[in-house]
């Protein structure tokens, strides 16, 4: 019986970031999703199915912290990695709130990706433990 491997959505409107991180993660055992607007995300069914998001911070329409506080309000929190080329202080300290497992400065090293995505399923396996 296959048994569902977490869903990993990544929100980037930088196509090569995007398919580069989607990439990795397939490579690594991981469902992963990608997405080029917040609002692209939004419109997908199986939003609940999510573990896991990786979204840029500086996007066209929609940024990737408005898209996590958008989630929390539609009451689906769900565990995220941002992701910046323009590292800012004052927003990496606005975001390290409730369900931002992390805030990577672009580029990135892939073990420091994949450690916040663990951290990220963690939060998320301890929540349905939890509940």
């Given at each position: 019986?296959?048994?569902?491997?977490?869903?990993?959505?990544?929100?980037?409107?930088?196509?090569?970031?995007?398919e580069?991180?989607?990439?990795?993660?397939?490579?690594?055992?991981?469902?992963?999703?990608?997405?080029?607007s917040?609002?692209?995300?939004?419109?997908?069914?199986h939003?609940r199915?999510?573990?896991c998001?990786?979204?840029?911070?500086?996007m066209?329409?929609?940024?990737?912290?408005?898209?996590?506080?958008?989630?929390?309000?539609?009451?689906?929190?769900?565990?995220?990695?941002?992701?910046?080329?323009?590292?800012?202080?004052?927003?990496?300290?606005?975001?390290?709130?409730?369900?931002?497992?992390?805030?990577?400065?672009?580029?990135?090293?892939?073990?420091?990706?994949?450690?916040?995505?663990?951290?990220?399923?963690?939060?998320?396996?301890?929540?349905?433990?939890?509940?």
């Amino acid at each position: 019986m296959p048994t569902k491997r977490p869903l990993i959505a990544i929100v980037d409107d930088d196509e090569s970031m995007r398919e580069a991180i989607k990439g990795l993660l397939r490579s690594m055992g991981f469902d992963a999703e990608a997405f080029s607007s917040a609002d692209d995300f939004l419109r997908i069914p199986h939003i609940r199915r999510t573990a896991c998001l990786v979204t840029d911070i500086n996007m066209p329409g929609m940024s990737g912290l408005d898209l996590h506080r958008r989630l929390v309000a539609l009451g689906k929190s769900i565990p995220t990695v941002l992701i910046t080329a323009f590292p800012e202080k004052n927003v990496r300290a606005s975001a390290l709130g409730a369900g931002i497992v992390g805030c990577l400065t672009k580029p990135f090293g892939e073990q420091v990706l994949l450690d916040c995505i663990s951290s990220a399923l963690a939060l998320n396996s301890g929540e349905e433990s939890g509940s």
